[in-house]
């Protein structure tokens, strides 16, 4: 077994869309994964399509915001599959409107799950990457970090997840650890499924009339993400850190 197969990753909000992608191609890499999100029973689905695969993959409950679930989730994860070495901080919210429609409490739940719950999940795993003198963490950003009508909360949470990653990426080096950012653009979700209904379309047609503005001319998928994520998680990449890569089908002006 290499190196590489004996890695843990842990992804969290891995019960569906991107996170759920990034799960199992981590795991058809040879990684053991932690499937993560707030309803550990929603990761049947997840946990299952790896496992059928010939995957070793458990379900977490864990809300990410929560710093005493936080800390549980990693040490369960570090005594069931080994000190994870692997972070894919995906986890995220909507809760879009304009600003002057804007609760605090939406302010607050996008900037606690985004943020606050990145910033614990590395927090707790990062000592097991030190130990081991290796590791990565990847942060899930957005093309939304650039600015989106609608989004203030959560543009800014994204924008903060890039300030966030450079300085891991200062902090945990020379430690062996890397942090990158992986920022999509127009990928079909759930949350995007929502956003189109906030603005009062069709799926279909939000999908459609998006693909006409990206410069490959169609829109993402989760799996399209999941790829980007895995490049940074590789033994490999151990020079790249502090990065930001846009997954939008072409640049943004």
Request: aromatic share 6%.
């Amino acid at each position: 077994m290499s190196t590489t197969e004996q890695r843990v990753a842990v992804v969290t909000g891995a019960a569906r869309g991107i996170g759920a992608a990034t799960a199992v191609r981590l795991a058809a890499e040879g990684r053991a994964v932690a499937v993560i999100d707030l309803d550990e029973a929603a990761c049947k689905d997840t946990v299952e399509k790896i496992t059928s695969a010939g995957g070793n993959a458990i379900a977490v409950g864990c809300d990410v915001s929560d710093e005493a679930q936080v800390e549980a989730a990693v040490t369960r994860i570090a005594e069931e599959l080994g000190a994870p070495t692997i972070l894919v901080n995906n986890a995220g919210v909507l809760r879009d409107n304009l600003l002057f429609k804007m609760s605090a409490s939406d302010w607050d739940t996008v900037m606690s799950v985004h943020l606050r719950g990145a910033f614990l999940m590395t927090r707790a795993v990062q000592k097991y990457m030190v130990d081991a003198k290796f590791g990565r963490v990847v942060n899930l950003s957005s093309s939304s970090a650039l600015g989106n009508r609608g989004q203030a909360n959560y543009s800014a949470a994204k924008a903060g997840l890039q300030g966030f990653t450079k300085t891991l990426a200062h902090e945990l080096g020379k430690f062996g650890v890397t942090a990158n950012a992986v920022a999509p653009g127009f990928i079909v979700t759930d949350m995007t499924a929502a956003t189109a209904e906030r603005v009062g379309m069709g799926f279909e047609e939000f999908q459609a009339a998006a693909a006409t503005q990206i410069p490959v001319q169609r829109v993402g998928r989760p799996d399209d993400v999941a790829g980007a994520i895995a490049f940074f998680t590789g033994d490999d990449t151990g020079f790249v850190s502090g990065q930001v890569l846009y997954v939008a089908g072409g640049p943004l002006d």
